[in-house]
Nanobody, 116 residues
Framework: QVQVVESGGGLVQPGGSLRLSCAVS????????MGWYRQAPGKQRELVAG???????NYADSVKGRFTISRDNAKNTVYLQMNSLKPEDTAVYYC??????????WGQGTQVTVSS
């Protein structure tokens, strides 16, 4: 069974930075696709950034140039570096591990609040 655990959320002022981490159990991490999603109150969950097993990345337009997704296969961990944070980035951030078939596993989420 694959478990996904996020960490690193918190309160930050506008313009600040945070780095989220997502640790994945199991030996199959290196073949999994990984994604960071977020859900703000009253809104649908949306994809923020994704990274394939080979390191190809994609980003939502709203975070391009500010957020960076990366993975460390030796540590079974994916990261989301968030810079120049804005109040509209406030949301619960979720990590998803999935393959190209039917498998997917979500973490419990970590709160990010951007406020002065």
């Amino acid at each position: 069974q694959v478990q996904v655990v996020e960490s690193g959320g918190g309160l930050v002022q506008p313009g600040g930075s945070l780095r989220l981490s997502c640790a994945v159990s199991g030996s199959i991490f290196r073949i999994l696709q990984m994604g960071w999603y977020r859900q703000a109150p009253g809104k649908q969950r949306e994809l923020v950034a994704g990274i394939t097993s080979t390191g190809i990345t994609n980003y939502a337009d709203s975070v391009k140039g500010r957020f960076t997704i990366s993975r460390d296969n030796a540590k079974n961990t994916v990261y989301l570096q968030m810079n120049s944070l804005k109040p509209e980035d406030t949301a619960v951030y979720y990590c998803k591990a999935y393959d190209l078939g039917d498998f997917h596993s979500w973490g419990q989420g970590t709160q990010v609040t951007v406020s002065s």
